[in-house]
């Protein structure tokens, strides 16, 4: 089988819309440093319009392919490629997650954490994330499974996490309480 030969055009506009990308991810991670999630967001968001529509096989062409495979269940134990692009979505994904908790949009907090999660498992800092969002959507059953995974695949974290556990289970007993008493009329 003969080597494929990049398109210089393809070559060229992949990488520099890569370029482009880790550019504005970068500028992202600075507003949300400086404490501007707004402004993260929408520089996470233009990222990931460079980088949702580049070619896997461009990339591999380029030798950006493949930098580690992992086996997906899903797909009947196939190996799955991981390319550079992916690594940064994870990021893009777990630190748009981290905004989004910043201005309390619990919903898409949960959202961009799956969206890391898909690529990577192991992100626990989307785990982590994806807990806290769901807990505070008032899903404290699918909260409480997402960090005891947590715990189990990064015992490290388990102080934090019996933190949020016991912080979420003190939310979930109020709106408990606050739904007796809305159903006995106190709340009339």
């Known amino acids: 089988m003969a080597d494929i030969v990049p398109d210089p055009v393809i070559a060229n506009t992949t990488v520099h819309k890569l370029n482009i990308a880790k550019q ?12 501007n999630a707004k402004d ?3 520089s996470y968001h233009e990222a990931l319009m460079y980088l949702l529509g580049l070619d896997k096989n461009a990339l591999q062409s380029l030798g950006m392919g493949s930098k580690s495979s992992t086996s997906d269940p899903t797909e009947g134990g196939k190996e799955k490629e991981k390319t550079e692009v992916d690594d940064i979505l ?9 905004c989004h908790l910043k201005n309390q949009n619990w919903k898409r907090a949960a959202e961009t954490a ?3 999660l898909a690529k990577n498992e192991n992100n626990y800092k989307a785990m982590f994330r994806k807990g806290k969002a769901l807990g505070e959507q008032g899903f404290f059953d699918k909260a409480l499974k997402v960090l005891e995974e947590l715990k189990k695949k990064n015992p490290t ?5 019996d933190q949020e556990i016991a912080r ?3 939310i979930d007993n109020e709106r408990e309480k606050a739904h007796k008493n809305k159903m006995k009329g106190k709340d009339r």
């Not at 600075?30 to 404490?35: D, P, T």
């Open 168 to 170: 979420l289970r003190a």
């Open 24 to 35: 504005k991810k970068d500028s992202a991670d600075q507003a949300f440093k400086l404490g």
């Open 114 to 116: 799956g969206k890391a």
């Open 157 to 161: 974290d388990t102080a934090l996490v």
């Open 40 to 42: 993260a967001l929408k």
């Open 90 to 98: 994870e990021k893009i994904y777990a630190n748009m997650s981290a």
